[in-house]
């Protein structure tokens, strides 16, 4: 089987991504498990059951049976469920939701290991198939970029709600924001209401500092540089980018950590309006 460098570095990558999650979460005690965590109405323990949830899916498994000692959820109803989505991520989560902390640790470390096995095996057909993904039809391999991605911001969420730090940057880092940035020249547009012509500079400083510069001209995208200044320029860590842009929190919490030069009343807008993940 013959594996181009892409794949081989994101498989070892979402590795290593399930690994990390598993080192900040394998010592807790109960009350730390059931931690709220900076997405409504889940705890530490929900955010592993749903990646737990999502790898079992990707291995063709159906959520364990309802308990019917329990009052069964009618998860539709609770105030945090917005799309069809949510609604099976939150049936995941529901039906693990009973299980000791020491006991999803165990069901984690079996269904990384296999899809870890299942990924080792797959072909390079398979590898470059379209399949459904959150993004819409994608290749496998671009698919697993995504669930990079989506462990990598789950991963801060579990940091969050225990209040420890994790390493944000590095290889793992740079390529889940990768995926993230791609995003955000439509997000400035579509939710930002930036108009055409304006050039917006994101100067993010921190573990993925960059600058970004995005250029609205018919439609938004990066450019290398403009040729005139920047409307707005803004300033802030990586980390609350990241955090804006995945709904963990919003900009009114935080505009003393973000600086805006040029024309404050776009920029404020803009990072106002950053969340775009489900």
């Known amino acids: 089987m013959t594996e181009t460098p892409d794949r081989t570095e994101r498989i070892a990558l979402l590795s290593q991504q399930w690994e990390a999650i598993e080192t900040l979460v394998a010592a807790l005690d109960e009350d730390r498990w059931r931690a709220p965590s900076p997405l409504p109405g889940w705890t530490v323990f929900d955010v592993v059951a749903h990646i737990i949830g999502i790898e079992s899916w990707l291995l063709g498994e159906r959520p364990p049976a309802h ?8 998860v539709r109803t609770l105030p945090y469920i917005r799309n069809e989505t949510a609604v099976l991520n939150e ?18 470390r079996d269904v990384v290991d296999r899809r870890r096995q299942a990924l080792a095996a797959m072909g390079e057909i398979e590898w470059e198939k379209e399949t459904v993904s959150p993004i819409g039809p994608v290749s ?23 209040g420890v730090r994790v390493e944000e940057g590095g290889p793992r880092g740079e390529l889940a924001f990768a995926e993230f940035a791609g995003s955000i020249p439509r997000v400035v547009v579509k939710k930002g209401g930036a ?13 993925l500092a960059r600058t970004l510069h995005i250029q609205v001209a018919g439609r938004a995208s990066y450019v290398d540089a403009f040729d005139e200044p920047a409307d707005v320029e803004i300033g802030m860590d990586s980390g609350l980018f990241v955090r804006l842009g995945g709904g963990r929190t919003s900009a009114e919490q935080h505009l003393d950590e973000i600086t805006f030069d040029g024309d404050t009343e776009l920029g404020q807008r803009l990072v106002r309006h950053l969340a775009f993940t489900i």
């Open 91 to 108: 049936i995941w989560v529901d039906r693990l939701r009973p299980l000791p902390g020491a006991r999803l640790v165990e069901l984690y």
């Open 140 to 162: 496998y391999g671009r698919f697993m970029r995504v669930r990079l991605f989506d462990c990598w911001m789950h991963e801060l969420d579990i940091a969050d709600a225990l």
């Open 67 to 74: 308990d019917p000692n329990r009052v069964k959820t009618d």
């Open 195 to 207: 108009p055409d012509g304006s050039r917006i500079i994101f100067a993010l400083t921190g573990p």
